[in-house]
């Protein structure tokens, strides 16, 4: 089956400081996702990216396909980054057949 | 701002209840997903619905069984409920089936003691 790998499985920073979190996958990833979970259990969608790199505020996504890996730095990081970030890919199309990481939960202290 | 509304957010239950999760977007969505999130967070698709067709089913159990009444609507019901369904249960929705962005409810935490 497909494999998911997200690490670190957490990660502490100061505030301003920036992350890096990193996911790898164990097949080609045709549909490759960022998610963000709060600390009160909702999640959203952060950045879609199978490919190449991929900016958003303060997020900058970066995906090699050829070597099935992707990572989401986090720039300035702010108290409100606190969560956790999950890493989803599929090998095929279909939304609902996304493969999760388990997150890298991330904790900004001011 | 929340476009997928679940209920209840919270349910406590013992071993052997049925227990019914009911979801519903505001979006015009036509696909609908309800996910297990376990202890160690591992987010696992459970079902998935396209226009009231059932698409995806993940080799759940059957106790559990999804009910979809129109496109904006996916409950989950779970019938004689076990230890092990203790999870967060999240339903999510999407504009198609293979393409663009998954927007989640808030989630349904279930503990069955």
């Known amino acids: 089956g497909q494999q998911v790998q997200q690490s670190p499985a957490s990660l502490v920073l100061q505030e301003g400081e920036n992350a890096e979190l990193q996911c790898n996958f164990s097949?080609?990833?045709?549909?490759l996702q960022w998610f963000y979970q709060s600390p009160g259990g909702s999640l959203v969608s952060l950045l879609s990216n199978p490919s190449g790199t991929k900016h958003t505020g303060r997020l900058t996504s970066t995906t090699v396909t050829k070597e099935r890996r992707s990572s989401l730095h986090i720039s300035s990081s702010q108290t409100t980054d606190s969560g956790t970030y999950l890493c989803a890919m599929n090998r095929g199309s279909a939304l609902g057949r996304l493969h999760f990481g388990a997150g890298t939960q991330l904790i900004v202290i001011p | 701002e929340t476009a997928v509304f679940q209920t209840p957010n919270y349910h406590v239950t013992q071993v052997g209840n049925e227990v019914s999760f009911n979801c519903k977007q505001t979006l015009g969505h036509d696909t609908m997903y309800w996910y297990k999130q376990d202890s160690k967070k591992l987010l696992k698709i459970m079902f998935s619905?396209?226009?009231?067709?059932?698409?995806v089913n993940e080799t759940v159990p059957r106790r559990f069984s999804p009910q979809s009444s129109d496109k904006a609507h996916l409950n989950l019901r779970i019938k004689s409920v076990e230890p092990e369904d203790s999870a967060v249960y999240l339903c999510?929705?999407?504009?198609?089936?293979?393409?663009?962005?998954?927007?989640f409810g808030e989630g349904s935490k279930l503990t069955v003691l």
């Open positions: 999510a929705s999407s504009w198609g089936q293979n393409t663009g962005q998954l927007y």
């Open positions: 619905y396209n226009n009231k067709q059932l698409i």
């Open positions: 097949s080609t990833a045709t549909q």
